[in-house]
């Protein structure tokens, strides 16, 4: 190759390069403004729709443990024709999965120190009542199982602090 056929060669390789570059911009710049431009309009999408949103962050109602629906109702039943609450079905509905192990600090069943100590942080039964019902820390109010009444929250403390 002479030297005009080389110097044409990398003339050519320069514009090819120049070209594919300034294609590459603009591809990049059509991507940005479509994008830009469909974003108009998505107010109203499920992303930021406050109705969306709220439902998103509304809190767990239920805790299930495996094998406690059967036993919580062959537990109810006598205790519901009988009128009183039985504190222990409701514990092992709800409450073991967290309470059975400690799980996040929480009071362990039967652990007269840990309840002493909530106890007396929340000045009485009634207290720690009403902060089971808000919720507190890690737990979710009602401890997460919103069909709860206070009776039942009441009783449910009391078999765990045996």
């Known amino acids: 190759m002479s030297d005009n ?5 990398m003339s050519y390789v320069k514009q090819m390069s120049l070209l594919g ?3 590459l911009v603009i591809l990049w710049v059509i991507t940005i403004l479509l994008s830009f431009a469909l974003s108009f309009g998505a107010g109203n999408s499920d992303a930021t729709n406050q109705s969306a949103i709220n439902e ?3 809190a767990i109602e239920v805790v299930a443990v ?3 629906p059967k036993a919580v109702a062959e537990a109810a039943a006598p205790a519901a024709a009988a009128g009183t609450i039985d504190g222990s079905a409701i514990v092992a509905a709800t409450c073991t999965a967290c309470h059975a192990t400690g799980l996040l600090e929480s009071p362990k069943i ?40 206070d009776a039942e929250i009441k009783a449910a403390i009391e078999f765990m602090m045996q």
């Open 110 to 149: 039967g652990d007269k120190e840990a309840w002493d100590k909530r106890l007396q942080t929340n000045g009485d039964i009634d207290g720690l009542v009403k902060s089971s019902i808000t919720g507190k820390g890690a737990m979710p109010p009602r401890g997460g199982n919103a069909g709860l009444s």
């Open 56 to 58: 998103r962050l509304k």
């Open 66 to 68: 495996k094998g406690a």
């Open 5 to 9: 056929e080389e110097d044409i060669f």
């Open 21 to 23: 570059s300034l294609a």
